[in-house]
C-alpha cells in the first residue's frame, strides 16, 4: 500500500517556498518536492485520467499510483520572502471555493476507485484566509461544504434553498462523498501576527 508523507512534503518544501504567487506556482513546487523525494518516479502535471472527459488531476504519479489536487486560497496580503516579494489578491467567493475543494475530493474518491492504477489520493488546501479553518456561528448557504477544525466531511452535501443561482451557476449538483474525513488543519508557515500572514494547510487522504 503507497503512503505518502504529504505532512513531510509540506514541511520540506516550506523551507524553500514558504509562500507562493498562485496556484500554478505552488504546483509546481510541490511537484519538484515530489521529485527530489521520489527521484525514480515519474510525475505528470495536468493529467487527464479518463480520456473523454474534461477532467485533469494536478499531479499524477503514475508508477506510485498517486493522484494530488491542489487549491491555493489567498486573501490579500503583501509579502517579501527571501528578497522576492508577493503580492496576493483577496480571492473571496468562500462558499464557492469550499464546494471546489470537496469537489476534487470527489474527484479524487472516483479515480481511486475506477482508475486501475490509482491507489491513493490527496487534496491539498492551503490558504492564508482564517474563514476557511474557523467555525462560523452564521447560518449560511454554504453550511454543508464548510472545512473548519475537526469538521467531518461525509455522504451528500447541497446549497441552501437560498443559495443564488448566480453563486450555484455550474456548481448545482450535490457533493456526494462515499468515505468520511475528517478536517485536521495543519500549521505551514507564519511570517507574523497578523492573520493574512498565517498560512495553514488541510489534507484529505483518499483511499
Known sequence: MITLDVSGLMENLKE????????ADFQHALAWQLHKAMPNDE???EYKPFQNERMYLDIWLPGAGVAIELKYLTKRLEQCSKQESFALLDQGAQDIRRYDFLRDVQRLERVVADFELAEVGYAILLTNDPSYWRLSS???IDADFRLHQEREISGEM???PKAAKGTTNGREEPIRLK??????WRDYFSFGEATDQQ??????EVR
Not at 524553500?16 to 496556484?23: K, N, Q, V
Request: proline share 3%; net charge positive; aromatic share 18%.
Open 16 to 23: 524553500e517556498r514558504p509562500i507562493f504567487h498562485s496556484e
Open 43 to 45: 510525475i505528470r502535471l
Open 138 to 140: 452564521r447560518s449560511t
Open 158 to 160: 447541497a446549497w441552501s
Open 179 to 184: 468515505g468520511s474525513y475528517d478536517c485536521v
Open 199 to 204: 498560512f495553514r494547510y488541510l489534507m484529505i
